[in-house]
C-alpha cells in the first residue's frame, strides 16, 4: 500500500481518522462521501473549481525567492509558495470554494462554519457571499476578541457571528457548538469545515482541495529554482495548509516534510498547542488522532499567540504521516514566531500571518544548518493585516 | 441475563414502561451524587443513566453543558464515577446503572481496562454517543465479553436500511433520540415518533427506550404509551443547577414521582 492511497473506505488512516459522531450526523456524513464522490469525478465541477480558483481567488499563487531572508539567515536558499496572496489572504479560501460548490450541488442553502484566527469564517463568508447562501460563523468568545478585524469583515459580507462562551472560548468550542447546529439543522445545512479534520469525508476533501497548494509548486519550482526543494515547511493548526503543500510531495522520498506546531510558551511549560509534538492519540470532534489531553483523557486548553493554531488536536493524515516517518513535526514558541514575523516584514516587505510566522521561523533554524545551494520552501499560508492588533499588543504599542 | 434485561422482563411481566433518570455524575458536588442516585430510585427510576463528565460534549445542549462544567470543575472523572457506582452498589442491588458520556475518556483508560473496571463497579450498560456501530470494531465485543450491555443510539435521520446493523451490535435496550438536535432541545411530535418506532422494531427486538424532549407527566405518559422505557435528562439536570443544597433531594423525588405517574398513568 501506498502512504498516499488513505484513506481507506471508512476514512482511516492507519488507527487515525474514522468517524466518530453521534448517530444523527452519520446520514448527513454519508450522503456528504457519496456526493463528494460522484462530484470529483464529474468534470464539470471540477472545471468550475479550477475556474474559481483562477479567477475569483487568483491562482497559481506565485513561488518567491525570498534572497534577502536566506542571506540573512545565512544558509539554505528560501523560498516561499504566497497564499498570503489569495483572494481573502490566506489559503483557507482554497477549501471553501470546493465545499460551497459541493453545498450548492446539493442544494443546500444555508451554511456553518467555525473559526479561530477568522480567516476560514471570513472565506466562508466570502463564498456564501458569492454564490448567495445564508452563512452562520462560530467562532470562540475569546477569539472574537483577538480577531476584531476579522469579525468586521464576515458581518460586512453578510455572515452572522455567533460568539461562543463555553469551555475555553475558543476554536475547539467553536467547531462543538458548530456540530450541534449542524445536528439541529442537518436536513438544511452543510457544514464547511475549515481544516482537514473532523469526521470522513471532511478529512480528505479538505486535503484534496488544499493540494492545489502544492501541485502548484511541483511545478513552480522547477522553474524557478531548477528543481524541487530539499525541505518543505508549513505551520500546522488543524493541519489542511501543511497537508496541502505536503501531499503532492509524499512519493518524492528525498524531501522533507516539516511541519510546525505551536509552541506557546514553550513545551516544558505545557502552554502550547503542539499535539503532535508533545500529546498523545485520542478522540475528539468526530476522528481519531493525537491530542492534547490530560490522564482522565480531558481535553486540555491549548495557548498560542496564534489564534489559527489553537487547536488541542490535528488533522489524522498527520499522525499517520508522524508515525509512518513520513513528515516530522517541530514546535516554534511565541517569541520565535514573533521575531520571524517582524523579520519577513523588514528583510522582503511582506508581513505574514502570525500562523504562516511559525513556518517562517522554522526555516531560520534550519537554514543555517544546510548548504547554500539547497532549497527550503516555505508555504506562507497566509497574510498578516489580520494580525497587526495582536503584535501592537505583544510590543507593548498601542494603536 | 443482564440486570437491564431483566428489569425490562419484570417491568412487562407487571405491564409496566420503564422510566431511565439521567444525572451528570459530579453534580452538582462529588459527594451528592450517590444520594442523587438513591433518590431517583426512591422516586420511581427503574434504571440510572449516569453522564461522564467531558470537556467537549459535543451532542448536549447548554443545560447538560453546564453539569459537565460543574462536574469537571469538582473534579470528577471516570475513575470517581466508577467508584461511585461502587458506593451505589453497597446499598442497591438490582437497579441497573448505565455509564453515558464520550469515547476519550473511556478510550484514554483503555477499553479493556475500563470494561473490566466497569463490570467489577457494578455498571451494567455503556453508551459512547461518538463510538457508532461502524467505529465499535472491538468495543461493543469487549463491552459484551466483560458482561456490560452496549447500548446504541438511533435518529430520526437514521435510514431504515441501516437499523439492523445497529441492532446487530447493540443489547440492553436501544435508544431512540426523538429530535434532530442535541440534548435538552424542546418539542417533541409523537406521533412521527410513534411511526418511526414502528419501523425501528420491524428490524430490532430489543426494548425501545425513547429520550429528548420530554420534560413532565403528560410528554412522559405520551411517550410511555408508544416505547419500553422512557428516558429523561436535562429536565432533571435543569432542577438539579436550580435547587439549594438542602433542598436538592427533595426537589428531584418530587420531579421524578411526577414523571413515574406520568409514565404509570399510560399503562392504565
Ligand atoms: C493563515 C493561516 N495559516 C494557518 C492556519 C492553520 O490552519 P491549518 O493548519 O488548517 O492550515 C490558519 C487558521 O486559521 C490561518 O489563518
Same mark, same amino acid.
Given at each position: ?49 479550477e475556474?474559481e480558483l483562477k479567477h475569483y481567488v487568483g491562482r497559481p499563487s ?23 496572496l489569495n483572494h ?6 482554497n ?117 492545489v497548494i502544492?501541485?502548484e ?183 | ?212 424532549? !420530554?420534560?413532565? *407527566?403528560?410528554?412522559? @405518559?405520551?411517550?410511555? %404509551?408508544?416505547?419500553?422505557? =422512557?428516558?429523561?435528562?436535562? +429536565?432533571? /439536570?435543569?432542577? !438539579?443547577?436550580? *435547587?439549594?443544597?438542602? @433542598?436538592?433531594?427533595? %426537589?428531584?423525588?418530587?420531579? =421524578?414521582?411526577?414523571?413515574? +405517574?406520568? /409514565? ?5
Amino acid at each position: 500500500m501506498k502512504l498516499t492511497d488513505l484513506p481507506d473506505s471508512h476514512g482511516h488512516f492507519g488507527p487515525y481518522g474514522g468517524i466518530f459522531v453521534a448517530e444523527t450526523l452519520m446520514a448527513a456524513l454519508e450522503e456528504l462521501r457519496v456526493e463528494y464522490d460522484k462530484a470529483r469525478q464529474d468534470p464539470a465541477f471540477m472545471a468550475e473549481f479550477e475556474y474559481e480558483l483562477k479567477h475569483y481567488v487568483g491562482r497559481p499563487s506565485p513561488v518567491y525567492h525570498a534572497k534577502r531572508l536566506s542571506e540573512q539567515y545565512g544558509g539554505a536558499q528560501i523560498y516561499l509558495k504566497r497564499e498570503d496572496l489569495n483572494h481573502t489572504g490566506a489559503h483557507k479560501i482554497n477549501n471553501t470554494i470546493g465545499q460551497a460548490l459541493l453545498a450548492r450541488r446539493m442544494g443546500k442553502k444555508r451554511v456553518i462554519a467555525e473559526t479561530g484566527a477568522g480567516q476560514h469564517g471570513v472565506a466562508s463568508a466570502t463564498v456564501a457571499a458569492r454564490y448567495g447562501m445564508e452563512c452562520v460563523v462560530y467562532m470562540g468568545a475569546e477569539d472574537v476578541i483577538r480577531q476584531a478585524p476579522n469579525v468586521f469583515r464576515m458581518k460586512l459580507l453578510g455572515a452572522t457571528v455567533v460568539p461562543v462562551s463555553s469551555g475555553s472560548k475558543t476554536l475547539k468550542d467553536a467547531l462543538n457548538e458548530a456540530m450541534r447546529d449542524w445536528v439541529t439543522n442537518v436536513e438544511s445545512t452543510f457544514y464547511i469545515l475549515g481544516t482537514a479534520a473532523g469526521p470522513h469525508p471532511y478529512p480528505m476533501l479538505v486535503r484534496d482541495f488544499q493540494c492545489v497548494i502544492g501541485r502548484e509548486c511541483l511545478t513552480q519550482m522547477p522553474e524557478l529554482a531548477g528543481r524541487q526543494p530539499d525541505a518543505v515547511i508549513a505551520c500546522v493548526g488543524g493541519g489542511s495548509n501543511a497537508i496541502g503543500i505536503f501531499h503532492p510531495y509524499i512519493p518524492h522520498e528525498k524531501v522533507r516534510l516539516i511541519g510546525v506546531e505551536a509552541g506557546g510558551s514553550g513545551i516544558a511549560s505545557g502552554k502550547h498547542a503542539a499535539p503532535l509534538s508533545a500529546g498523545s492519540p485520542g478522540v475528539l470532534h468526530g476522528f481519531r488522532s493525537y491530542l492534547m489531553q490530560d490522564e482522565n483523557g480531558q481535553i486540555i486548553e491549548t495557548h498560542s499567540v496564534s489564534a489559527g493554531l489553537d487547536y488541542p488536536g490535528v488533522g489524522p493524515e498527520h499522525s499517520w504521516l508522524k508515525d509512518a516517518g513520513r513528515a516530522e513535526y517541530v514546535a516554534i514558541n511565541d517569541d520565535e514566531a514573533m521575531a520571524a514575523f517582524h523579520d519577513l516584514c523588514r528583510f522582503e516587505g511582506i508581513i505574514p500571518a502570525l500562523e504562516s510566522s511559525h513556518a517562517v521561523a522554522q526555516a531560520k533554524k534550519l537554514a543555517p544548518t544546510l548548504k547554500k545551494d539547497q532549497i527550503i520552501l516555505v508555504n506562507l499560508s497566509g497574510r498578516g493585516d489580520k494580525d497587526i492588533n495582536t503584535v501592537a499588543k505583544v510590543s507593548g504599542i498601542t494603536l | 441475563m443482564s440486570r437491564i434485561g431483566q428489569t425490562f422482563i419484570a417491568l412487562k411481566a407487571h405491564n409496566k414502561k420503564a422510566l431511565i433518570t439521567f444525572i451528570t455524575a459530579g453534580d452538582p458536588g462529588k459527594g451528592l451524587t450517590v444520594p442523587l442516585m438513591h433518590a431517583l430510585v426512591e422516586a420511581g427510576a427503574d434504571i440510572i443513566e449516569l453522564g461522564v463528565p467531558f470537556s467537549d460534549p459535543m451532542a448536549d445542549g447548554p443545560v447538560i453543558q453546564r453539569a459537565s462544567e460543574r462536574a469537571l470543575a469538582n473534579k470528577v472523572g471516570l475513575k470517581d464515577v466508577l467508584a461511585m457506582t461502587a458506593d451505589f452498589r453497597k446499598n442497591n442491588t438490582t437497579t441497573p446503572v448505565v455509564l453515558m458520556g464520550y469515547a476519550n475518556p473511556v478510550e484514554r483508560m483503555g477499553y479493556q481496562t475500563f470494561a473490566q473496571a466497569a463490570k467489577a463497579a457494578g455498571v451494567d450498560g455503556v453508551l459512547t454517543v461518538d463510538i457508532p456501530p461502524e467505529e465499535s470494531h472491538g468495543v461493543a465485543d469487549v463491552f459484551k465479553a466483560a458482561g456490560l450491555d452496549p447500548i446504541f443510539l438511533l435518529s430520526p435521520t437514521t435510514p431504515e436500511s441501516r437499523v439492523e446493523q445497529v441492532a446487530a451490535v447493540a443489547s440492553g435496550f436501544m435508544y431512540y433520540v426523538s429530535l434532530k438536535g442535541v440534548t435538552g432541545s424542546a418539542a417533541l411530535d409523537t406521533d412521527e415518533v410513534s411511526r418511526k418506532i414502528a419501523t425501528i422494531r420491524r428490524h430490532c427486538d430489543l426494548p425501545m427506550g425513547v429520550g429528548f424532549g !420530554i420534560r413532565d *407527566a403528560a410528554t412522559a @405518559e405520551a411517550v410511555a %404509551r408508544i416505547a419500553d422505557a =422512557v428516558v429523561v435528562g436535562s +429536565r432533571i /439536570v435543569n432542577e !438539579i443547577e436550580n *435547587a439549594s443544597e438542602n @433542598e436538592l433531594i427533595g %426537589r428531584v423525588k418530587a420531579l =421524578v414521582q411526577d414523571l413515574r +405517574r406520568g /409514565v404509570d398513568a399510560a399503562s392504565k
